[in-house]
């Protein structure tokens, strides 16, 4: 049985855990990110975390291939450097040269929503689909497209922020700085934004889940913030399968979770809503399935499929191997990288 390592970085938690070939979670282990802290210190508690599930594995470093991580934004691969990670106010980081004083294991970066993606597709609800995306309805809008099997990353890794594209020109504003992007109208805040120009009163406490509540119970006011959540949900929607038309489009995130009926009529109105919908159909909306396992299996999976040279070359203490292995799973994540 082969073994793989991933760590999922958050902004609460930072989650490792050893996954087999089979994308079962072995061991796992949390600790709190510590946001605030000193960049050598998330770091380090990043290896030690991640250290922490092989040992209760019963494994050492030496047993895996590379340790692959899912992270807020993206390592540019010309600079190696990590852009930007809000959650950490952190702004063109060396990440890989910090993370290489703690191991000597080759490092596979992606960003997080990418890594539960392609977790999604290769365990979850996406089993068995090439082509896919997903969107994560949560605090934010985060997510990861899947094409050919693979995740798709754009120029320079820093493509397909899907909660920033545009949904509402000149709208409402983004705390990215733009205006109009899904994630304002999409994202929980949108949900309880949109609320709270409908409603006459809006009570301080209210809750996403008790939007949620009073619609499926038929109240009229909640029956007018979902269909209008719905609509902008559907509009970003619609716009993702004219594009690239995904097989199956995955939703993550707290309100993902609303239910059924929900779903039913996100697919119901995605199929009225986008272009040939009537004609050619719609790729089906569905619920994540794995939850917070997605990122570290996603993670973990980095580099398995592109692997085949590395297990031969065992690459413990080879700086040139290490860097040869980065590289390779450059090129084999995002085709714009010769
Ligand atoms: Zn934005």
Redesign the pocket.
């Known amino acids: 049985m082969k073994y793989y390592l991933g760590l999922d970085v958050g902004g609460t938690n930072l989650a490792a855990g050893v996954v087999t070939e089979e994308y079962e979670i072995i061991s796992r282990k949390s600790v709190p990110s510590g946001a605030g802290k000193s960049v050598e210190e998330i770091v380090k508690a990043m290896a030690d975390v991640s250290k922490d599930a092989l040992s209760e594995a019963g494994l050492k470093e030496k047993d895996v291939d590379y340790w692959g991580i899912g992270m807020p934004s993206c390592v540019n691969p010309k600079t190696r450097l990590l852009v930007h990670a809000n959650c950490f106010g952190w702004r063109n980081v060396p990440i890989l040269d910090y993370l290489s004083t703690h191991t000597q294991l080759p490092i596979l970066i992606e960003n997080d929503g990418r890594c539960a993606a392609y977790g999604e597709i290769l365990a979850g609800a996406g089993k068995n689909y090439e082509n896919a995306m997903m969107l994560t309805l949560g605090t934010g809008v985060g997510g990861g497209i899947i094409l050919e099997g693979k995740i798709y990353s754009g120029a320079d890794r820093m493509g397909c922020e899907l909660?920033?594209t545009k949904l509402v020109y000149n709208g409402w504003e983004?705390?990215?700085g733009?205006r109009g992007?899904l994630?304002?109208y999409c994202s929980a805040r949108g949900l309880l934004r949109i609320a709270g120009e409908e409603m006459q009163e809006k009570p301080e406490d209210l809750t996403v889940r008790r939007i949620f509540d009073n619609w499926k119970e038929g109240d009229a006011l909640a029956e007018k913030i979902v269909s209008r959540y719905v609509d902008y949900l559907v509009a970003g929607l619609s716009t993702f399968i004219t594009i690239f038309r995904p097989e199956i489009i995955i939703l993550g995130g707290g309100i993902a979770n609303a239910g059924e009926a929900f779903l039913e009529r996100v697919n119901r109105n995605l199929k009225k809503g986008t272009f040939s919908g009537e004609e050619i159909g719609v790729p089906r909306v569905v619920r994540a399935k794995l939850g917070n396992d997605a990122g570290i299996i996603g993670a973990a999976m980095l580099g398995a499929k592109q692997n085949h040279t590395a297990s031969a070359k065992r690459h413990m203490g080879r700086a040139d191997e290490k860097l040869e292995m980065e590289a390779e799973y450059d090129s084999f994540f995002n085709r714009q990288i010769q």
């Open positions: 909660g920033h983004c705390t990215c733009q992007c994630d304002v």
